[in-house]
T-cell receptor, first 109, second 116 residues
Framework: SQQGEEDPQALSIQEGENATMNCSYK?????LQWYRQNSGRGLVHLIL?????REKHSGRLRVTLDTSKKSSSLLITASRAADTASYFC?????????FGRGTSLIVHP | GAGVSQSPRYKVAKRGQDVALRCDPI?????LFWYQQALGQGPEFLTY????????KSGLPSDRFFAERPEGSVSTLKIQRTQQEDSAVYLC??????????????FGPGTRLLVL
């Protein structure tokens, strides 16, 4: 079973545009993480936000967390073709993170 | 290299064959996870080790799946009598901390298993 659910399932944009993807979860968490997976590769950790944080930035990435709505969003600004990948949220309530099904992002050059 | 490595990268097995998948975590990492990822899905938890102790194996789909980490570093996931539904990518991840998935996990490239 997967606690986190990303939305949309697929997103197609032009290079330079911003990409926003959302993650909703069901039970209380200690932290939430976002990962990227390029086709045929393992997952790469992007950012971790703890339950007492509301917003976090890393380069062109901005993550928000709303624990009252049990949701998080990942914003990628000024997207590049190299950002084409699947993006997963992982919620950490216990020691086992649970992953959603991911958002498939395509950035057209 | 300094990352998590997995071998083999690709494995084709005939139904009924046994397979062994290897994971070399980052040196010094305490926690090690195995995940199964079906096509178009997110990783699904299989099992978790803290050093050599297998603390959770609740995600293993059947008793045909077995994992070990005898010296607290390299881990092996073994699948006996493979079935077609075992076809998936098997991901290994490690983290430095002792609280498992509450910190950053570093993933290997995965082993893509195809059972014919």
């Amino acid at each position: 079973s997967q606690q986190g659910e990303e939305d949309p399932q697929a997103l197609s944009i032009q290079e330079g545009e911003n990409a926003t993807m959302n993650c909703s979860y069901k039970t209380s968490i200690n932290n939430l993480q976002w990962y990227r997976q390029n086709s045929g590769r393992g997952l790469v950790h992007l950012i971790l936000i703890r339950s007492n944080e509301r917003e976090k930035h890393s380069g062109r990435l901005r993550v928000t967390l709303d624990t009252s709505k049990k949701s998080s969003s990942l914003l990628i600004t000024a997207s590049r073709a190299a950002d084409t990948a699947s993006y997963f949220c992982a919620t950490g309530g216990s020691y086992i993170p649970t992953f959603g099904r991911g958002t498939s992002l395509i950035v057209h050059p | 290299g300094a990352g998590v490595s997995q071998s083999p990268r690709y494995k084709v097995a005939k139904r009924g064959q046994d397979v062994a998948l290897r994971c070399d975590p980052i040196s010094g990492h305490v926690s090690l996870f195995w995940y199964q990822q079906a096509l178009g899905q997110g990783p699904e938890f299989l099992t978790y080790f803290q050093n050599e102790a297998q603390l959770d194996k609740s995600g293993l789909p059947s008793d045909r799946f077995f994992a070990e980490r005898p010296e607290g570093s390299v881990s092996t996931l073994k699948i006996q009598r493979t079935q077609q539904e075992d076809s998936a990518v098997y991901l290994c991840a490690s983290s430095f901390d002792r609280v498992g998935g509450q910190e950053t996990q570093y993933f290997g490239p995965g082993t893509r298993l195809l059972v014919l």
